[in-house]
Each structure stands twice: as C-alpha cells, then as structure tokens.
C-alpha cells in the first residue's frame, strides 16, 4: 500500500473540520437566539427590548455572513477532494463517483434539500428577518422606524469594522518558536540544567 501524503490528509481534515464548524455554529446560536429571544419577551424597559433586538440582528447577521463565507470554503474543499490531481486517483475518482451518486439516485423531493445552505444561510437568515420584525415592533404600537435605522446603522458600522479590522498581528518570533530546531534545542537546555 503506497504511503498518504500529508498534504491530502491535511486537505482531508480541514474539510472534517469545516463540517464540524457549521454543526458547532448551529448549536451555540440557536441556543443564543432562544436564550435571547427569552429575555427579549421578559424584558420591561423598552430600551432594553431595543437593546436586545440590536444585539439579535446583529448575531444573526454575523451568522448569515459566516455561513455565506463557510458554503464557498465547503464548495472549495469538496472540489479539492474530487480532483485526481490532488488525491491521487483512487480518492478522487472515490469522491467523484459518490457525488454523482448522490445527484442521480436521490429522488428529486430531497435533492434540493441540503444542509450546509440550510444551517449556513438559510436558517440564520429566517432568524435575522424574525429579529427585524420583532426590534421594529419592540413597542407593540406598530412599526418603527428608529429601530430599523439603529439595527440598519449598527449593521453596517459593524459590516465596515469587520471588514477593515484585522487585530493584532503575532510577531514572527512567535512562528519561529515553533520550528523544529528551536524546539528540541529548548528542550535539550530544559534537560541540562
């Protein structure tokens, strides 16, 4: 049997792990948004009702965004997996012919169904529509329009800060440390003294 080649294992487990990702993504916002959906009902103050409808559009939003970003990745991946040239014949050819599988015997009723658009953009978008409507009504006399122009606001000061902010770069010192030469002559040190 001819050795794997790390590469296509790694190749393997980032796509094991963008799976992971979105399951993980799922499960802690939507235990979120029923916690905040919770106390968004109970709250008494209506400035507390504006407070945190802001905050669920926004979480929404984040996810939405996410998940838009993570489909293109899982897309991106899955080609990868399917190519020959990148995982040898067998695996690719392997991935290709279960993909092509899938597309002709599924019937049609499920086929359209799938779950990274579903978990990634379309269940954080009903969210995000469902948190509108409720932040636009947080005072039960109709609709207003000083919410949406707050949530529209922080949407999109949130959009460009998010877009331009990068953080805090780790110093090459930091990389460095983790090659292989460095590590066993720290050690070797730690051992002689």
């Given at each position: 049997?001819?050795?794997?080649?790390?590469?296509?294992?790694?190749?393997?487990?980032?796509?094991?792990?963008?799976?992971?990702n979105?399951?993980?993504?799922?499960?802690?916002?939507?235990?979120?948004?029923g916690?905040?959906?919770?106390?968004?009902?109970?709250?008494?103050?209506?400035?507390?009702?504006?407070?945190?409808?802001?905050?669920?559009?926004?979480v929404?939003?984040?996810?939405?965004?996410?998940?838009?970003?993570?489909l293109?990745n899982?897309?991106?991946?899955v080609?990868?997996?399917?190519?020959?040239?990148?995982?040898?014949?067998?695996?690719?050819?392997?991935?290709?012919?279960?993909?092509?599988?899938?597309?002709?015997?599924?019937p049609?009723?499920?086929?359209?169904?799938?779950?990274?658009?579903?978990?990634?953009?379309?269940?954080?978008?009903?969210?995000?529509?469902?948190?509108?409507v409720v932040?636009?009504?947080y005072?039960?006399?109709?609709?207003?329009?000083i919410?949406?122009?707050?949530v529209?606001?922080?949407?999109?000061?949130?959009?460009v800060?998010?877009?331009?902010?990068?953080?805090?770069?780790?110093?090459?010192?930091?990389?460095?440390?983790?090659?292989?030469?460095?590590?066993?002559?720290?050690?070797?040190?730690r051992?002689?003294s």
């Amino acid at each position: 049997m001819a050795q794997e080649r790390p590469e296509r294992r790694l190749l393997f487990d980032f796509f094991i792990h963008e799976i992971e990702n979105l399951h993980n993504r799922v499960d802690w916002f939507l235990i979120f948004h029923g916690i905040l959906f919770e106390a968004f009902v109970a709250a008494h103050y209506f400035a507390h009702r504006i407070t945190l409808g802001v905050l669920g559009c926004v979480v929404s939003y984040v996810w939405l965004v996410a998940g838009i970003r993570q489909l293109w990745n899982f897309k991106h991946l899955v080609s990868s997996i399917a190519d020959d040239g990148i995982m040898g014949g067998e695996t690719g050819q392997l991935f290709t012919k279960l993909l092509e599988a899938r597309e002709a015997f599924q019937p049609l009723w499920m086929k359209w169904a799938r779950a990274t658009p579903a978990f990634g953009i379309i269940l954080p978008s009903a969210v995000l529509i469902a948190w509108l409507v409720v932040t636009t009504t947080y005072t039960e006399n109709g609709f207003s329009a000083i919410a949406l122009a707050i949530v529209i606001g922080t949407l999109v000061l949130l959009t460009v800060s998010w877009r331009f902010v990068r953080g805090p770069k780790p110093p090459s010192g930091a990389v460095a440390h983790l090659r292989p030469e460095n590590t066993s002559s720290k050690h070797d040190s730690r051992n002689t003294s």
